[in-house]
Structure formats: C-alpha cells, structure tokens
C-alpha cells in the first residue's frame, strides 16, 4: 500500500519530442506528489509537484497530469532538450514531516 | 546561501567501523531526513526528526543511528552492524507548514558516497 511504481525503467527520446513518465499508487491517503529531477552523483532537485485537488499542473515545458479515481499520476517534458537527460522520480506523501515514498526511477536520455 | 550541506562527499569505510556522515541545513527547516540510494532503487527512508532530540525510524534503520542535538544538524552513523552499507546518502529537509494546505517539500543535500573497502 505504500508503494509507487514508475514506469518506464528507462527511456530514450529525440530532441523536441515529448517524454512522459507514468507513476501509479495504492494509497489514498497520499496528498502530495511530488517529481524530482536527479544528474549523475547529485542530489535530486524538486522538479514539480501536484496535490489531488486539481487534475494538471504546468510549470514551463513540465507538466503533471494527474488522475485520482485511476490512482495513477504522470510527467510530461515537452520540446524534451539533452539537458533534460537525467533520472526522474516520482514520489508520494501523506503528512509534512513524513517519509516521501519514491518510485524506482526513470533514466530519460534525450538524443540530439 | 541557503541550503543543505554533506559532508564528506566521498567516504571509504573498512570492515569492522562505524562512520559518521554529517548534514547541515541554513533553511530554519524544523524536520530532516536520511535516504539511501542503490543503484536502480528509489530513495529509502532511514531516519527522520520532526523536532531537536526526537527520531523516528525509517523502513532501513537497522545499522544505522542517529541524533538531533541542534536543529540545524542531523548526523548519520553507520554502524559495524549494517551489512551492506556501500550506498549514496542523501540528507533533506522540510519545513513543518503552520497551516493548510499542509506539503512535504523536501530539499536534499549533494550527497555522500560511502564505499566499502
């Protein structure tokens, strides 16, 4: 029930393509949800975030779609550029001051 | 500058000792986590603290401890007893918001990688 599953493992765009990632969860409680952003031997970087009262979020070419009754939440990167290549988490919460449940990951290449 | 800092940012541990990895944090965050990174793997909880002298234990404390003397500072050890310690560390932070709507925004640290030799 606390898990997140992310999908795909890894993922291969070219230049100016959309990159999309799916996240997937069973708990209903989990309020906050959010993507991170990580470059090789860094820490990750908040990326964007979403709460479930609202069905999208846009922030420049990065986008959460979101879908409660699926349980299911995605991230979109449009115009998908080489700097965008990195590995991206989703993640889940259901209390300030608690654990964020993160999904595996996703390794994004971005090909020029 | 605000921000998280750990340090070293390369550790080597040999069998048999306990390491200390450090975290400090200038954002007046009252809460402050421990994640391990393996490769492949998301991030696991190990420790967090909501407030100066109280922890509570992730899913992966086993071989772990920790303390929150001041609130600026929670110092991870890695025990002889934990097996399989060779993993990215990775400090955060948050604040506790005053009021609704409540988030977890969480701010990490660089990182330390600690090797087993």
């Known amino acids: 029930q606390q898990q997140v599953k992310q999908s795909p493992q890894s993922l291969i765009v070219q230049k100016g393509g959309i990159s999309i990632i799916n996240c997937a969860y069973e708990?209903?409680?989990?309020?906050?949800f959010p993507w991170y952003q990580q470059f090789p031997g860094k820490g990750p970087a908040l990326l964007i975030a979403?709460?479930?009262?609202?069905s999208e979020k846009k922030e420049g070419r990065f986008t959460i779609s979101f879908n409660k009754s699926a349980k299911q939440f995605s991230l979109h990167i449009m115009d998908s550029q080489p700097g965008d290549s990195a590995t991206y988490f989703c993640?889940?919460?259901?209390?300030?001051?608690?654990?964020?449940?993160f999904g595996k990951g996703t390794t994004l290449s971005v090909s020029s | 500058d605000g921000g998280i800092t750990q340090s070293p940012k390369y550790l080597f541990r040999k069998e048999g000792q306990n390491v200390t990895l450090s975290c400090e944090q200038n954002?007046?965050?009252?809460?402050m986590y421990w994640y391990r990174q393996d490769p492949g793997q998301g991030l696991r909880l190990i420790y967090y603290?909501?407030?100066?002298?109280?922890?509570q234990k992730g899913d992966i404390a086993e071989g772990y401890s920790v303390s929150r003397e001041k609130k600026e500072s929670f110092p991870l050890t890695v025990t002889s007893a934990q097996k399989n310690p060779t993993a990215f560390y990775l400090c955060?932070?948050?604040?506790?918001?005053?009021?609704?709507?409540?988030?977890?925004?969480?701010?990490f640290g660089p990182g330390t990688r600690l090797t087993v030799l």
């Open positions: 603290s909501q407030i100066v002298n109280d922890f």
């Open positions: 708990n209903t409680a989990f309020d906050y």
């Open positions: 979403i709460r479930p009262d609202v």
């Open positions: 993640a889940a919460s259901n209390q300030a001051g608690t654990a964020l449940i």
């Open positions: 954002l007046n965050h009252d809460a």
């Open positions: 955060a932070s948050s604040r506790l918001a005053g009021g609704p709507p409540v988030v977890n925004e969480q701010f």
